[in-house]
């Protein structure tokens, strides 16, 4: 069986974990927060880097920093997970989807203007796959119309547009290290934050409201509760785990690419016959090779494919079904213009196996069933 994920281990975890036990120090902001907070801050360039407890926290606290307030719009796209919009709605925000561009599944950056209105607060790109957004497009709209722009970068760490690291570009950026993401502390995510301002009331939400950071670093001599806020804090364990995947960065990165290459190489072919589609990289964008997908004719052949793959012991996925077309889509969203993409390149959609230590032959074993399936239904 060749499975679809398998979370990433580099082999320090234990150790690593083991030393916050010892220390007597398994909550949060112990030495392994800080190494992997300062760790992202040196690698992406951020003012701040933020450990949380998931994306979805992340993306929560952006919410609030950007101090989004009901009856307030926020622009997206429908072909995301459902925190990139829940983190907005628990704000009493409309969530208004736009269309997809069909070759890289992100937000079509030349309709996102016709969607800003009176009421529009922020836009929200979705780096999929760990494909970039074009952010010069999405920053130019933001500024003419002063909004505000956080990057779900939950699938992009690592990846860069025009040399800079997603999650820096637009005033907040948010990082999933999710089991299913190319790095891991199980549930966990990252914030962060453009301006140093802004840097310290997030400490303060993620700390419950109170000034507690600030505490623990001797700058004021007693803690209290100063603003509103939650418990975003991740334990140090987890972070203890982050800290062995951030050290093997780069290994993760280059054994990701080396077969995310080779998928490609192995299935040009097919594409080249225009009997699949494969995924596009424009240009200024550096990728992190975080997912492998090909999009079928259509929904019947993926389905068809899929069940082919998992008779031959291998699992592969679809992935979102567009947040417009769900019941809560519905009832706190609204599409903006015409649904042209995204229901109908999701539906083709098909993810295959991607995970750090994949074997070369997996991948060759897979690219070879793919090509038999169409060899047979041909
Ligand atoms: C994984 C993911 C999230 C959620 O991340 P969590 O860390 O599980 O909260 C949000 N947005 C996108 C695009 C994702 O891929």
Known sequence: MINFNVPPYTGNEERYMMEAVRAHKICGDGQFTKKCNQWIEEKTGTAKALLTTSCTHATEMAALLADIQPGNEVIMPSY????????????????????IRPDTMNIDEQLIEAAVTEKTRAIVPVHYA?????????????????????????????SSYYGMALGT???????????????SMGEGGCLLIKDPVQAERAEIIREKGTNRSKFFRGQIDKYTW????????????????????????????????????????????????????LPFIPEGCVHNA?????????LAERSALISWLKEHGISAVFHYIPLH??????????????????????????????????????????????????????
Not at 140 to 149: G, M, P, Q, S, T
Request: charged content about 25%; proline content about 3%; glycine content about 6%.
């Open 169 to 183: 570009i637009g005033d907040y950026g948010c990082f999933s290290f999710h089991e299913t993401k190319n790095y």
């Open 325 to 378: 077309s769900s019941p809560a889509g519905q009832k706190f969203g609204r599409f903006c213009g015409e649904d042209v993409y995204t229901t109908r390149e999701s539906e083709r959609l098909l993810r295959l196996p991607m995970y750090y230590g994949l074997k070369e032959s997996d991948v060759v074993q897979v690219c070879d069933c793919v090509k038999a399936f169409y060899e047979t239904s041909r």
């Open 80 to 99: 995301t997970f459902v925190s990139t919009a829940d983190a907005f709605v628990l704000r009493g925000a409309t969530v208004v989807f736009v269309d």
């Open 226 to 277: 100063v603003d509103k806020g939650s418990s975003y804090l991740p334990s140090d364990l987890n972070a203890a785990y982050l800290w062995a995947q951030l050290e093997y960065a780069e290994d993760i990165y280059d054994d990701r690419m080396h077969n995310w290459n080779l998928y490609k190489e192995q299935l040009q072919p097919l594409a080249d016959k225009g009997i699949i589609d």
């Open 290 to 298: 975080h997912m492998f997908y090909i999009k079928a004719k259509d």
């Open 130 to 158: 760990g494909v970039p957004c074009e952010m010069n497009k999405i920053m130019e709209i933001a500024e003419k119309y002063h909004l505000c722009v956080i990057e779900d970068a939950a699938q992009g760490v690592m």
